[in-house]
């Protein structure tokens, strides 16, 4: 490939989204939260009254969805069609069911459609689960990015406190194990480590620190 590709695969909350935002305003990469795009999906789903089992109607809904990313250096904004879903893609409701939603073939294999289109007219830093090993395979940067579940929680515990969400630690720390194990026991493309990704382990480390290590590793890619 001709493009620049960097891979941020990891866990729930391990903070791949805000290094991958400073790393991609650094290197003058686009941004690409794939998350965001599965999450996007299962609100289409919501919105439209289904069931997150129905997978054929879910399926149905696909041609008809735009996913729009608008570039913010503080919070990307992300529009369904011609609204803004942004902080609707974050609640607990699309949370703890973008699992499900996210290990149907025919959703997995629409979007990693749409993320390769979007790779290949420009750099990127794309996050995710499967960008490594399914998406971006031959990306020359890969970053496998863990943290301990307990800091993992909290992080996520003290981001939505400032958002003004009420949640408990135990519920979240709950929730973050069962996406974890859904999303690494899933038949197609599961979360697991590419063989030739970098660990980095951002537990007790600052976000500056995780920052200037993975940029050492970008440069000396490039
Ligand atoms: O990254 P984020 O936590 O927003 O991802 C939400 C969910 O989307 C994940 O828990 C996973 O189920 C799904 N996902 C995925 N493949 C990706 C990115 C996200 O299956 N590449």
Known sequence: ???????????????????????????????????????????????????????KKIIALLPKITIRFEPDPFMQRVFLNDEEVTND?????????????????????????????IADSQNVIMDGRDIGTTVLPNAQVKIFLVASVSERAERRYKENIAKGMT???????????????????????????????ILVD??????????SEITKIIKNNQ
């Open 202 to 211: 951002t537990t007790g480390q600052k976000i500056e620190d995780v920052v």
């Open 89 to 117: 893609i974050r609640s607990t409701e699309i949370t703890n069911n973008v699992s499900l939603v996210s290990s149907y073939a025919a959703i997995r294999e629409d979007l990693v459609k749409r993320q390769r289109n």
């Open 167 to 197: 949640t408990n630690l135990v519920d979240l720390k709950a929730d973050i194990e069962l996406r974890d194990y859904k999303d690494s026991h899933r038949k197609i493309s599961p979360l697991v480590q590419a063989k030739d990704a």
């Open 1 to 55: 490939t001709e493009n620049f590709q960097v891979a941020i695969d990891g866990p729930a909350s391990a903070g791949k989204s805000t290094i991958a935002k400073i790393l991609a305003t650094d290197f003058k990469y686009v941004y690409v939260d794939t998350g965001a795009m599965y999450r996007t999906i299962t609100l289409a789903a919501n919105k439209a009254g289904l069931a997150y089992e129905d997978e």
